[in-house]
């Protein structure tokens, strides 16, 4: 299991089209991978490949979250999905 | 020739075939499946995924070209049809609980609809509706129905249905809809309001008109006069093509009257306000100098939770950045009556329109009220901003509505957060009661603003609702324009500014009478002002009072009627 936190910079967050460019991506991958809100101490953690379920969380710009992975690919699916994040979608 | 009448909400005239519609109707009842048959069952829900996934492909690359925004609502729904967890609980409860495919799509979708339904943000809670339409193809094919949807119509199609849902308006081919007709729903239902957007004529509340129209048969829709013509004979045709083709050249010579100044011939310029729902749709800066209305209720509609005091403050600075400065007036809460809330159960009430609607609701729902007020003086920052309270019958209403914003005032103070101070606070007149009081009224508000739909309503004791007394709403009686007149001249007298915002302000024949009565602020939809701007640039202030003063001293509506109408044919005969 490979376990990163990052802050979601972009200003619309996890919604709209970059919700679903996540999901895209992390669907790329055949490990298990989940995101949860880290900054509620008991928010659980979510498959991340669940577009559903990743809008149900209600990111919003500056939160700060958690993507775990667990599979063969686990650690290129966490790289990738935080330099996604990172990159903030393509938004100023 | 049959004529069947209705109400009309979206003026034109047009020619069309019959296109009967009938939206899906689901009926999902707990079935589970035969031990052994589960695989089956497994295989008619994947069978139907791959066809939904079909069509919202086909109508997705239907609407790439002319509008991607429509398209995107598609793919997303596609993202739905395939999402990972929905699908896992799908095929589970289908494999492992023997649930029958129709029963297992129903309950899964519907939770996670339910789920996101309770997300604070109101664009992820909209998004449960998508999870819904998709649940509902899911059904139809499961169920082996055909897909009907108005995306793709015969040319000059007249829709004829027993209501529209919002998805099926929305969707609308509008190359091919040559007009709409329905046998529920009225002014202010969903699918006027669309109508009126797209300039579809739609003629509502036509009853059984589903059962006496066959598909495919040609009608004339005549929503200039609300009725619907069957076989109708040569001269007919005719006279309506007329009718239509010179309605056209009116509306294409408005649309020429949008951005110039409202003023009058003789140099007085009138004020033209807007009336809103959100930050969209707006017409061109030049068109409009302030907002009078802007309606707060679709914040709290078609979703489970209500709007946090955030959520609203976010919605109204965006009004009032889109605003520019310019004043805006905000209506709080107007629910109750023929307008509910899911997120907000009420009880049942003999009489809503005479019961808890409105200020009234708010008064009893004490934190919601205040929740709102918060998020307003929030706002109020961002921009120029006044407040304004719905269903005012006393002083004792206005003062109970002052003490609930200063409440507010207190809580935000006391925290440290800033707000205008000196929020101008204000009233809709549309209870006679306030009317008579205006006086008074005046003295305890900064401001009002007639609201005419109800005050309409309630003068005249006719629901405006109900087609059986359609005929006792008057809105051109003598008694209106007196009763206005005499909240006009209160206000004026307290040097207090109003304003009309109900429907006269935005018809061009009663503002001209408004505007003889001493009315200088008209608030309307962005569709009316074209045509109001046109009636008062064209008049002089003596011909409108004096055409104010004989319309008062009339007796009866069609009086009333007959002096515009001179008023009318004398500018004619000038031109």
């Known amino acids: 299991?490979?376990?990163?936190?990052?802050?979601?910079?972009?200003?619309?967050?996890?919604?709209?089209?970059?919700?679903?460019?996540?999901?895209?991506?992390?669907?790329?991958?055949?490990?298990?991978?989940?995101?949860?809100?880290?900054?509620?101490?008991?928010?659980?953690?979510?498959?991340?490949?669940?577009?559903?379920?990743?809008l149900s969380l209600g990111i919003v710009k500056g939160t700060r979250v958690e993507i775990a992975a667990d599979g063969p690919d686990e650690r290129e699916a966490v790289d990738a999905l935080v330099a996604l994040i990172d990159s903030g979608f393509g938004e100023a | 020739m049959r004529i069947f009448k209705g109400q009309s909400v979206s003026p034109g005239v047009a020619a069309g075939r019959v296109y009967q519609y009938k939206?899906?109707?689901?009926?999902?009842?707990?079935?589970?499946?035969?031990?052994?048959?589960?695989?089956?069952?497994?295989?008619?829900?994947?069978?139907?995924?791959?066809a939904v996934d079909a069509e919202l492909v086909k109508i997705a690359g239907s609407f790439y070209s002319q509008d991607r925004d429509k398209a995107k609502i598609f793919e997303a729904h596609r993202e739905i049809l395939a999402d990972d967890e929905m699908d896992g609980d799908i095929r589970r409860a289908i494999l492992q609980d023997r649930q029958a495919a129709d029963f297992a799509v129903d309950r899964v979708c519907t939770e996670y609809a339910a789920l996101l339904g309770r997300v604070p943000d109101a664009n992820i809670a909209a998004r449960a509706a998508d999870i819904r339409d998709v649940r509902n193809r899911l059904l139809r094919v499961l169920h082996g129905e055909k897909e009907h949807n108005l995306s793709q119509l015969p040319d000059h199609s007249v829709v004829v249905a027993h209501d529209l849902l919002p998805s099926d308006t929305a969707t609308i081919d509008r190359g091919s809809v040559a007009a709409i007709v329905t046998e529920v729903g009225g002014a202010t239902s969903h699918s006027a309001i669309l109508a009126r957007a797209f300039g579809i004529p739609a003629v509502l509340g036509v009853p059984d008109v589903t059962k006496a129209l066959?598909?495919?048969?040609?009608?004339?829709?005549?929503?200039?006069?609300?009725?619907?013509?069957?076989?109708?004979?040569?001269?007919?045709?005719?006279?309506?093509?007329?009718?239509?083709?010179?309605?056209?050249?009116?509306?294409?010579?408005?649309?020429?009257?949008?951005?110039?100044?409202?003023?009058?011939?003789?140099?007085?310029?009138?004020?033209?306000?807007?009336?809103?729902?959100?930050?969209?749709?707006?017409?061109?800066?030049?068109?409009?100098?302030?907002?009078?209305?802007?309606?707060?209720?679709?914040?709290?509609?078609?979703?489970?939770?209500?709007?946090?005091?955030?959520?609203q403050t976010a919605a109204y600075r965006r009004v009032l950045e889109r605003a520019k400065g310019r004043q805006v007036t905000l209506r709080t809460l107007d629910v109750g009556g023929d307008k509910t809330l899911p997120a907000l159960p009420l009880p049942k009430e003999e009489n809503p329109f005479l019961g808890s609607r409105a200020l009234r609701l708010c008064l009893n729902y004490r934190d919601l009220f205040l929740t709102q007020l918060r998020a307003a003086l929030r706002a109020s920052v961002y921009g120029s901003l006044q407040i304004m309270f719905p269903m005012v019958g006393s002083l004792e209403d206005i003062r109970?509505?002052?003490?609930?914003?200063?409440?507010?005032?207190?809580?935000?103070?006391?925290?440290?957060?800033?707000?205008?101070?000196?929020?101008?606070?204000?009233?809709?007149?549309?209870?006679?009661?306030?009317?008579?009081?205006?006086?008074?009224?005046?003295?305890?508000?900064?401001?009002?603003?007639?609201g005419t739909n109800d005050l309409c309503q309630y003068l005249f004791a006719a629901d405006r609702m109900n087609p059986l007394t359609n005929e006792y709403y008057r809105t051109f009686s003598p008694a209106?324009?007196?009763?206005?007149?005499?909240?006009?001249?209160?206000?004026?007298?307290?040097?207090?500014?109003?304003?009309?915002?109900?429907?006269?302000?935005?018809?061009?024949?009663?503002?001209?009478?408004?505007?003889?009565?001493?009315?200088?602020?008209?608030?309307?939809?962005?569709?009316?002002?074209?045509?109001?701007?046109?009636?008062?640039?064209?008049?002089?202030?003596?011909?409108?009072?004096?055409?104010?003063?004989?319309?008062c001293a009339a007796d009866t509506e069609a009086a009333v009627l007959e002096c515009i109408r001179s008023v009318a044919a004398g500018r004619a005969e000038r031109r």
């Open chain 2, 23 to 50: 939206a899906f109707v689901r009926s999902v009842y707990e079935t589970y499946v035969q031990p052994g048959e589960e695989q089956a069952a497994l295989a008619a829900y994947l069978e139907a995924v791959r």
């Open chain 1, 1 to 54: 299991m490979t376990t990163v936190q990052t802050i979601v910079k972009n200003a619309s967050g996890l919604h709209a089209r970059p919700a679903s460019d996540f999901v895209v991506k992390a669907k790329a991958f055949q490990s298990a991978v989940t995101i949860r809100d880290a900054d509620r101490p008991a928010g659980t953690a979510v498959n991340a490949k669940s577009i559903v379920r990743l």
């Open chain 2, 214 to 311: 066959s598909d495919g048969e040609e009608v004339i829709v005549d929503a200039l006069c609300g009725e619907v013509l069957a076989e109708p004979d040569g001269e007919t045709v005719a006279s309506r093509r007329e009718k239509q083709a010179a309605y056209l050249a009116e509306r294409q010579e408005d649309r020429r009257y949008l951005t110039l100044p409202a003023v009058t011939k003789d140099g007085t310029t009138v004020e033209i306000g807007l009336n809103i729902g959100s930050e969209t749709g707006w017409p061109e800066d030049e068109s409009f100098t302030f907002v009078g209305l802007f309606r707060t209720e679709f914040l709290y509609m078609e979703r489970d939770t209500l709007p946090s005091e955030e959520e």
């Open chain 2, 480 to 551: 209106m324009f007196r009763i206005l007149s005499a909240v006009f001249d209160a206000f004026r007298r307290a040097n207090k500014p109003v304003s009309v915002c109900g429907e006269m302000a935005g018809n061009p024949e009663a503002a001209l009478v408004l505007l003889g009565l001493g009315l200088r602020k008209f608030s309307m939809n962005a569709s009316a002002i074209p045509a109001v701007k046109r009636a008062l640039r064209g008049i002089t202030l003596l011909e409108a009072e004096t055409l104010a003063s004989a319309v």
């Open chain 2, 400 to 450: 109970a509505g002052k003490a609930a914003v200063e409440e507010a005032k207190a809580q935000l103070a006391g925290k440290g957060v800033s707000f205008d101070p000196d929020i101008p606070i204000g009233i809709m007149v549309e209870i006679p009661s306030i009317a008579m009081l205006a006086d008074e009224a005046a003295k305890e508000c900064d401001f009002a603003s007639a």
